[in-house]
C-alpha cells in the first residue's frame, strides 16, 4: 500500500483551530460567543471534552490581535476579540 494511500484510510480529524473558523464562518458577521461555538461544536462530531471552554478559548487567543495577552503577540492573526467572551473572524 503507497503512503498515501495508508494516510487516506487513517480516521484524521481537523484541527480545534479549523473547526472554530468553520463555525464563526457559518455565522452572521463571522462572530460569536465562547458558548455559541462550543454548542455549535457539540452537533458536530468533534469530542469536546470536559474543558471545552477553555481549549475554544485558549485556542482563539493563540490567534487573536487582540486577546488581552500583552506577553503573547499571534503569529497569525485570524480573530479579533469584540466584547467579553466574543470573538470576530478578521477578513
Known amino acids: 500500500m503507497e503512503g498515501n494511500e495508508l494516510i487516506d484510510k487513517l480516521p484524521l480529524s481537523k484541527t480545534w ?11 452572521s458577521n463571522g462572530e460569536g460567543e465562547i458558548e455559541a461555538i462550543i ?13 471545552a471552554a477553555s481549549t475554544v478559548t485558549r485556542t482563539i487567543n493563540n490567534y487573536c490581535r487582540n486577546s488581552g495577552d500583552t506577553e503573547k503577540k499571534a503569529k497569525h492573526e485570524i480573530f479579533e476579540r469584540v466584547g467579553p467572551g466574543r470573538y470576530k473572524l478578521l477578513n
Do not use: P
Open 17 to 27: 483551530l479549523e473547526d472554530i473558523v468553520d463555525v464563526l464562518m457559518n455565522r
Open 39 to 51: 454548542l455549535a461544536l457539540s452537533k458536530t462530531d468533534r469530542d469536546i471534552g470536559a474543558e
